[in-house]
């Protein structure tokens, strides 16, 4: 188990030996089990792009869309048997989190966004497509009912200020 003073940043990490929740701690590096143990070699910098979000210290979301395991992580909602994650969702803005995705290309699997922004991409994409493929005479037929209901939906709301300038607000 590393120690909370062992950090990517040191030039050492610190391994605590013992049982831990899955069984005894044994150093990556002789496979021995000890109490303490210094590697002497120095840790390769892991590329880490939540730590690049703007929010990283005050954030405690866990499925963050800017984490290396995205995909394995989940959120624990609030239900009788505890009171759940604090948050269960990313507040970093989709610019943000592409803008930090962009350093790191290929290592994240979904380029920094949400599972619900890949989905209304891809259903974007596909609308996008199914539209190219319509003849014009079915664009054209379908602009023109947009058009139409537009205007139905102003007249509709210049006859509710008519009627509130003359008799006041309903109700």
């Known amino acids: 188990m590393l120690l909370p003073s062992a950090t990517r940043r040191n030039d050492v990490q610190t391994y605590q030996g013992g049982e831990g929740l899955t069984g005894p701690t044994i150093c990556p590096v002789c496979g021995t089990k000890t109490e303490e143990h210094r590697l002497l070699e120095p840790i390769s910098p892991t590329p880490s792009p939540n730590e690049d ?9 866990n499925k963050c869309p800017l984490s290396l395991r995205y995909a394995e992580l989940g959120t624990v909602l609030a239900d009788k048997n505890g009171p759940g ?3 269960t969702r990313c507040l970093a803005r989709r610019k943000t989190r ?11 699997a979904n380029g920094g966004l949400l ?7 891809e259903r974007k994409r596909k609308a996008r497509v199914r539209w ?9 037929r ?7 209901a537009r205007q139905k939906t102003r007249r509709s ?7 509130f300038k003359e008799k006041g607000p309903i109700g």
Do not use: H, M, N
Request: hydrophobic share 30%; with cysteine.
């Open 132 to 140: 190219q493929a319509l003849p014009e005479e079915e664009k054209a």
């Open 157 to 163: 709301g210049k006859a509710l200020e008519e009627r």
């Open 53 to 61: 979000c703007p929010g990283f210290d005050s954030c405690s979301v």
């Open 142 to 148: 379908r602009k023109a009912g947009l058009a139409e």
């Open 115 to 121: 599972d619900r922004e890949v989905r209304r991409d």
């Open 85 to 87: 994650d604090p948050e």
């Open 98 to 108: 592409e803008t930090i995705a962009a350093k790191y290309p290929g290592l994240l």
